[in-house]
């Protein structure tokens, strides 16, 4: 979603190119809903959509792709404090064009060159809000498990083992065509892997491989 929408008190000016006015009048109602909108993700699709139960279904799991998005998020950070410092030397240099000047019209032009880096700042410091709202949920599940802070290499392989062969039980027949029989045998054990198997083939039949070395045998 385009941020600029929700980061100035009164866009009517940008109205101006609107001849139709009922055209403009939408367009204001939209200005102002956007106003109130909150592009952040929320605690709640964070917890149900990211860090589900699905995909992460220990806390471990949890935990390691709190890192993750908090990682990301940092490095967003990082990007967004380049593009401030950028855009603010750009408009140091438009505004000693603008003193140095004595055209009108290019005097005009450079004023709202200079115009657009500023809303191009303000975009950038509310999508780092944003960021930074995020940042506080996954970095307040991180804390709520110190037990993890840690750990021995030993230990974060076995929670990082269980993590991986609960999800696999949550999405079998994912797991088992991209890894196949050797994985799922390592994730499940051999025996429980066996049943798996004869369920999968009655209920749902045989994976694509399956039927291609059966007619190569053939």
């Not at 970095?139 to 110190?146: L, N, S, T």
């Not at 840690?150 to 890894?179: D, I």
């Not at 798996?196 to 291609?212: C, H, Q, T």
Request: aromatic content about 12%; proline content about 4%.
């Amino acid at each position: 979603m385009n941020t600029l929408l929700t980061i100035l008190p009164s866009m009517n000016k940008y109205l101006q190119i609107i001849e139709n006015p009922k055209d403009k009048e939408l367009c204001e109602k939209v200005i102002e809903l956007f106003k109130k909108f909150d592009t952040a993700i929320t605690p709640i699709q964070i917890e149900n959509f990211i860090l589900n139960d699905i995909e992460f279904p220990t806390s471990y799991g949890k935990f390691t792709q709190c890192q993750l998005e908090l990682a990301s998020r940092f490095g967003q950070l990082i990007e967004i404090y380049y593009q401030i410092k950028e855009n603010e030397i750009k408009i140091r240099q438009k505004e000693r064009k603008i003193i140095e000047t004595q055209d009108d019209l290019e005097k005009e032009l450079l004023e709202l060159q200079k115009e657009k880096l500023e809303l191009k700042i303000l975009g950038s410091k509310r999508e780092l809000k944003k960021i930074l709202k995020e940042a506080r949920v996954f970095f307040g599940f991180y804390e709520k498990h110190p037990e993890f802070h840690e750990l021995s290499p030993e230990k974060a392989f076995k929670l990082e083992a269980e993590q991986w062969a609960k999800k696999t039980l949550n999405m079998p027949t994912v797991f088992e065509e991209r890894y196949g029989k050797d994985y799922m045998i390592k994730a499940l054990g051999k025996e429980n892997y066996q049943k798996f198997l004869e369920l999968r083939r009655k209920g749902f039949g045989l994976l694509p491989r399956e039927i291609f070395e059966i007619k190569k045998l053939k």
